[in-house]
């Protein structure tokens, strides 16, 4: 199972940057997919999920109303649109696999699989 992220960048405040994740090895729609962040000196946080059928979406509280999460099952990929992005959003994404979470989707311990994650640097 490999898991590829790709998009980020470098962007001025206010800027928006679209990061994809395309999945192989595994049935796609059988799994949530999530991407997390990790700012540099800090843990890896919750960012936003999407379920496998792409019903049902739910976002960290820092980022709802500028981020959105979706899919495309025929594609095996997953995206987050990221939209006026803030110097606090730099920070490494990454996307992540789950077949075995319905609630604790906030839980890193939850997913079977990760990507090697993308940098965004938001500048002010």
């Known amino acids: 199972v490999q898991l590829q992220a790709s998009g980020g960048g470098l962007v001025q405040a206010g800027g928006s940057l679209r990061l994809s994740c395309v999945a192989s090895?595994?049935?796609?729609?059988?799994?949530?997919m999530s991407w997390f962040r990790q700012a540099p000196g800090t843990e890896r946080e919750f960012v936003a999920t999407i379920s496998g059928s792409g019903g049902n979406t739910y976002y960290a509280d820092s980022v709802k109303g500028r981020f959105t999460i979706s899919r495309d099952n025929a594609k095996d990929t997953v995206y987050l649109q990221l939209n006026s992005l803030e110097p606090e959003d730099t920070a490494v994404y990454y996307c992540?696999?789950?077949?075995?979470?319905?609630?604790?989707?906030?839980?890193?311990?939850?997913?079977?699989?990760w990507g090697q994650g993308t940098l965004v640097t938001v500048s002010s």
């Open positions: 992540a696999a789950s077949n075995r979470v319905t609630s604790s989707y906030r839980r890193l311990d939850k997913y079977n699989y």
């Open positions: 090895g595994l049935t796609f729609s059988n799994y949530r």
